[in-house]
């Protein structure tokens, strides 16, 4: 079964600052999709970037732009020049690409609950 | 965009008492809804996963008798709690999804039984 492994619970950026988040996952896959998703105080679900695994590049949103490692099995997301509203839970997460059965479910991590400091 | 809506945003209810919630797809077909539950600082833990039409399937550990859910059209979807007690206080967040594209979530329901 995968997992996705989020090491930091809390992290802490001043605002314009540039801040990364880790984001490990385990797969016998080949194929499939990683996202990280903000989660405000609001608590909505708002999806920041998606990444295909077969695609070599990785993708990138305005301000924020992803570390795709395949091999490593890491797919960390940078956020630059950070903005008091990106203060929020941040879940990275996988998803099969089949869509069969249990396949096609988001599998998510624990989140990072990132501050950020005027 | 896509948007998914959640009735109601917040419920409070007695221990014993049954609570519907309702999620819809706003502006498109969902051929697949999922329900999420969320326990205070953590993680979305997904309950069910429903195709319209057909049974929901659940996740290991999710009493189906006890978490109905009704995927009866293509754009709602709804999940009952029934005899609901105070340990079933959470935060639920269904998601749709169009076919072979991503997933949107509804802005979540509240649930608190006294």
């Known amino acids: 079964a995968q997992t996705v492994t989020q090491s930091q619970p809390e992290m802490s950026v001043q605002e314009a600052e540039t801040v990364t988040l880790s984001c490990t996952y385990d797969?016998?896959?080949?194929?499939?999709?990683l996202f990280w998703y903000k989660q405000p105080p609001s608590r909505q679900m708002i999806l920041v970037i998606r990444q295909e695994a077969y695609k070599q590049q990785n993708a990138t949103e305005n301000r924020f732009s992803v570390n795709f490692q395949k091999a490593a099995k890491s797919f960390s997301l940078k956020i630059s020049d950070s903005q008091l509203g990106d203060a929020a839970m941040y879940f990275c997460a996988y998803r099969s690409r089949g869509y069969g059965g249990s396949q096609g479910n988001l599998i998510f991590g624990k989140g990072t609950k990132l501050s950020v400091k005027p | 965009g896509a948007v998914v809506s959640q009735h109601p945003s917040w419920v409070i209810c007695k221990s014993g008492t049954s609570v519907k919630i309702e999620c819809r797809s706003l502006d498109f077909q969902a051929t697949t809804m999922f329900w999420y539950r969320q326990f205070p600082k953590q993680s979305l833990m997904l309950m069910a996963t429903?195709?319209?039409?057909?049974?929901?399937?659940?996740e290991q550990g999710v009493e189906k008798d006890k978490f109905l859910i009704n995927h009866a059209s293509l754009t709602l979807s709804t999940l009952t709690v029934t005899s609901a007690h105070p340990e079933d206080s959470s935060f639920y967040i269904c998601?749709?999804?169009?076919?072979?594209?991503?997933?949107?979530f509804g802005p979540g329901t509240r649930l608190t039984v006294l």
């Open positions: 429903s195709n319209e039409g057909s049974k929901a399937t659940y």
């Open positions: 797969t016998s896959e080949s194929d499939y999709y």
């Open positions: 998601s749709a999804r169009k076919a072979k594209a991503e997933q949107f």
